[in-house]
Nanobody, 123 residues
């Protein structure tokens, strides 16, 4: 098991910023990729961003590119999602996920998930 705990969600006005955190524990993550996904009510879970733990290479969904930044702090075993210029359509529950051996856009390929944190962007 890889316990993942998200935090940092909340209510923000359009144009504002939030930073989500995902604290991981239980093992070393050199072979892992960490991803952020989001799920709006009644919709499927969608890829937002991913980062490879060892190299720090990053990947983004087109809808957030240029506004969101994923990063990781190896010393703290924590992954961050800095979200700027937020829009009402960014409203969703945001989930942190982990998988071994490379990143992926499909949620089905991730093995471990956090409990999610709600982000609500008002217009």
């Amino acid at each position: 098991q890889v316990p993942l705990v998200e935090s940092g969600g909340g209510l923000v006005q359009a144009g504002g910023s939030l930073r989500l955190s995902c604290a991981a524990s239980g093992r070393t993550f050199s072979s892992y990729a960490m991803g952020w996904f989001r799920q709006a009510p009644g919709k499927e879970r969608k890829f937002v961003a991913a980062i490879t733990w060892s190299s720090g290479s990053t990947y983004y969904a087109n809808s957030v590119k240029g506004r969101f930044t994923i990063s990781r702090d190896k010393a703290k075993n924590t992954v961050y999602l800095q979200m700027n210029s937020l829009k009402p359509e960014d409203t969703a529950v945001y989930y942190c996920a982990a998988k071994q051996w490379g990143w992926a856009r499909s949620a089905d390929e991730y093995d471990y998930w956090g409990q999610g944190t709600q982000v609500f962007v008002s217009s």
